[in-house]
Nanobody, 115 residues
Framework: QVQLVESGGGLVQPGGSLRLSCAAS?????????MGWYRQAPGKQRELVAV???????NYADSVKGRFTISRDNAKKTVYLQMNSLKPEDTAVYYC????????WGKGTLVTVSS
């Protein structure tokens, strides 16, 4: 069974930074999967904001490009999201999953950007 455990969220002021982590287990060959960070803001659909492909490429949603950086450690089966210059509109629950996503989702980690 796949388990995805996100951590690192919290309350931060606009302009601040956070680093999210996601530990994956139950994925037999982690390195062959593209891994992504998704987020769901209140009242909105879940959206994909960053992807790190198995080939080493990264892609970002326009709304976070230049501010967020995704990375991964295949040996640790962990994915990270460095978030800088945070804005109130970045407030959401953040999840990691493969891209495209598996049916199993973690509980996510809440990021609140507010003064």
């Amino acid at each position: 069974q796949v388990q995805l455990v996100e951590s690192g969220g919290g309350l931060v002021q606009p302009g601040g930074s956070l680093r999210l982590s996601c530990a994956a287990s139950g994925i037999i060959i982690f390195s062959i999967h593209a891994m992504g960070w998704y987020r769901q803001a209140p009242g909105k659909q879940r959206e994909l904001v960053a992807v790190f492909t198995s080939g080493g490429r990264t892609n970002y949603a326009d709304s976070v490009k230049g501010r967020f950086t995704i990375s991964r450690d295949n040996a640790k089966k962990t994915v990270y999201l460095q978030m800088n210059s945070l804005k109130p509109e970045d407030t959401a629950v953040y999840y990691c999953n493969t891209d495209p996503p598996l049916d199993d989702w973690g509980k996510g980690t809440l990021v609140t950007v507010s003064s």
